[in-house]
């Protein structure tokens, strides 16, 4: 079983900064790609960021691309999206994602564990 728990969200301005924590349980937090999912009202799902079981590669969503942050501890088994220049349109439920395989980041359908989601909202 893997659990995934998402804090960090909040309301800010844009141009404003928040940082997003996912902690994990168990031993096998190096086991999975580790990645960020956010889902705005009425949108579906959309992919945000992902880095490999190893830290090694990391890649973004076309929209966050310079502004967004992945990151992995793998002593405290967290999983962090740092996110700076916020703009209203980041606002969405954001959620921490893990999976044993690289391309299923392609699709949230393919993800094997989700978070509960932490909300982001960035005023205009």
């Known amino acids: 079983q893997v659990q995934l728990i998402e804090s960090g969200g909040g309301l800010v301005q844009a141009g404003g900064s928040l940082r997003l924590s996912c902690a994990t349980s168990?031993?096998?937090?190096?086991?999975?790609?580790m990645g960020w999912f956010r889902q705005a009202p009425g949108k579906e799902r959309e992919f945000v960021a992902v880095i490999t079981w190893s830290g090694s590669r990391t890649k973004y969503a076309d929209s966050v691309k310079g502004r967004f942050t992945i990151s992995r501890d793998s002593a405290k088994k967290t999983v962090y999206l740092q996110m700076n220049s916020l703009k209203p349109e980041d606002t969405a439920v954001y959620y921490c994602?893990?999976?044993?395989?690289?391309?299923?980041?392609?699709?949230?359908?393919?993800?094997?564990?989700w978070g509960q989601g932490t909300q982001v909202t960035v005023s205009s």
């Open positions: 168990g031993r096998t937090f190096d086991d999975y790609h």
């Open positions: 994602a893990a999976d044993r395989n690289y391309d299923d980041y392609l699709s949230p359908t393919r993800i094997s564990y």
